[in-house]
């Protein structure tokens, strides 16, 4: 681990916005930090002098101050801000740095030619959807619910809802409809807008059969307004508004709704792989103020930038994109296929959009590299400065592909964080260099530890990754969970007072991080706890090898268990004695003996969630004998029909602690 692989330039201070952070925290507080781990350091220990400094340092707009900072710093329950009011999407539309024909959402997709809207464009649009839905009688606290994909109508009505003080929530158009009514009964929206399709690739996908379902099952909803995106010729449903109806406007000017510091902006869900999705409700002040450390003070983002995520509405990582006004930045939107016509197109549209920032995801970047990519070669990316990379840990070899083949003198920045703060809390950081492999830091305001078995802090060590002392974006609690019970449960159950995240971590003595996958998907052989990340990075390594899960059976007398890999082959291959043989020594020889798998077998998919992560627990529920609709909720899944293959194969499976014979 460790190849260093970038390293800041001189003037990195001088350069960077968290340089102009570092001069503004010696002129306006007389602090002085050597580098950056004194100033991490600062920001977990003085949390309110670090979150106020943010507050004063990007000017946050308040109708009311705050009388403090934080009321007791104990976890859960934590109140920050105590009497502010303000209003995330006032803030937002402030685009620092901008003048009012500053282009600031261009938005490219299958579907339909690309769209641009400017500063001013934008605060219009947001003035007339606000207008529209007073007008239907939403008002603070109201939900409003998107079924709708990453394109302006979604991201104006996200701003247009939040200036008025309700509740925003969004289902990409690629969920069936009982992921969407699993997770809209919850919240009641009065309002839905919903698209009536979409094109992926060249593939129209008509979604009128599912609006229909989804508000015949919500009864809660007063108003539907039809977005005509895939026929823009289209009516709107029967009883419903057209968007352009709702954005009809009046002479009502932009007017922000002041709210409470931890008001209600939006419910995001966690994947819902097991049960009901949980939802998880959002602040407008803690969000706000988690984004602009984030994207300017980590992201280095700025008005002269151009970011790019790849991402449905159905990620956090879109909340976190369109955030990015707020910081002055451009944000390129794009709806469709990534792998069409093929995996350069993502690369294409950076070039043609001058994008500075380019944020995916682990697998795209690992896909890019398996399909001998060199995007430098069939783009210009001579813009670009930065790549994000989150979803899924990357390993060194994908950090050794982006220097080579994408640019050697960006900043490729890892991260990982989750739904439930709606941020990454370890990630990269102008002032430090990027190691092969690695996560550059704790982000500030984070305090990351790594956990041990015994619940000591430990470096250099897998362990539990924790969080100690609260952040403003953690959750203001779950939807209908008036006493905090399942809130409580999902976050403080294990550590009491401390937030345990549900991944393994190991932080270096230079405070660089590796996540290894979810601690409940771990696999522990004879008392080694090894993380699923290095084990697919070698499997998905080899050319025959597409896809995998690996799956470990504990043995409840106490013995090894037995290791289970499911690998999906490329097309035309059959999996046979020479290439188990084959990828048994990869993994001996890369990893250790423990990696070794007790068996190989082939699956035509491996079951993964809407925004592709695998689902690790599940299969191994349903291979100790769950059955398949209690292990797993089929409407968050991207491929349910995988999962059958699993319970066939345990149904013809002796039970696990019975010894297979040789």
Known sequence: MGDVLWTPPADVRERSRIGGYLRWLAEHRGLEFADYDALWQWSVTDLAAFWRSIWEFFEVVAHTPPTATLTDPAMPGTRWFPGATLNYAENVLRMPGRGDDDPVVIAYGQTRPPVTLTAAELREQVRRVAAGLRRLGVGPGDRVAAYAPNIPETYVLLLATASLGAIFSSCAPEFGT???????????????????????????????????????????????????????????????????????????????????????????????????????????????????????????????????????????????????????????????????????????????????????????????????????????????????????????????????????????????????????????????????????????????????????????????????????????GFWNDPDGVRYREAYFEVYPGVWRHGDWITINERGGCVITGRSDATLNRGGVRLGTAEFYSVVEGLDEVVDSVVVHLEDDQGGAGELLLFVVLAEGLELDDALRKKICRELRTALSPRHVPDEIHQVRAVPRTLSAKKLEVPVKKILTGTPVDSAAAKGALANPESLTAFATFAQRRPHPNTPTPP
């Open 178 to 476: 009982r992921s969407v009514t699993d997770r809209w009964q919850q919240i009641e929206p009065k309002v839905l807008v919903a698209v009536d399709g979409y094109r992926y690739g060249d593939k129209p996908v008509d979604r009128r059969g599912e609006v229909a379902a989804i508000r015949a099952a919500l009864s809660s909803l007063q108003h539907t307004v039809g977005i005509a995106y895939l026929d823009p010729a289209g009516v709107p449903p029967q009883g419903a508004l057209s968007w352009d109806e709702l954005a009809a406007g009046t002479d009502e000017p932009l007017a922000f709704t002041p709210v409470p510091f931890d008001h209600p902006l939006y419910v995001l869900y966690s994947s819902g792989t097991t049960g009901l999705p949980k939802p998880i409700v959002h602040g407008h002040g803690g969000i706000l103020l988690e984004h602009l450390k984030m994207l300017a003070l980590h992201h280095d983002l700025g008005p002269a930038d151009r970011f790019f995520w790849f991402t449905t509405t159905g990620w956090m990582m879109w909340n976190f994109l369109v955030s990015g006004p707020a910081v002055g930045a451009t944000i390129v939107l794009f709806d469709g296929n990534p792998g069409h016509p093929d995996l350069g197109a993502l690369w294409r549209l950076a070039a043609e959009t001058r994008t500075t920032y380019f944020g995916t995801s682990a697998p795209f970047l690992l896909a890019c590299r398996k399909a001998g990519l060199v995007p430098r070669e069939i783009a210009d990316l001579s813009a670009l400065r930065g790549v994000g990379s989150t979803g899924a840990p990357l390993p060194a070899e994908g950090f050794t592909w982006v220097y080579e083949n994408v640019g050697d003198r960006l900043q490729l920045q890892s991260l990982s964080g989750g739904t439930d703060v709606c941020t990454g809390f370890v990630g990269g950081v102008p002032l430090l260099p990027v190691h092969a492999g690695e996560i550059t830091c704790r982000a500030l305001g984070a305090k990351v530890e790594a956990r041990s078995a015994d619940g000591s802090p430990v470096i250099g060590e897998l362990g539990e990754l924790v969080i100690t002392a609260p952040m403003p974006s953690m959750p203001v």
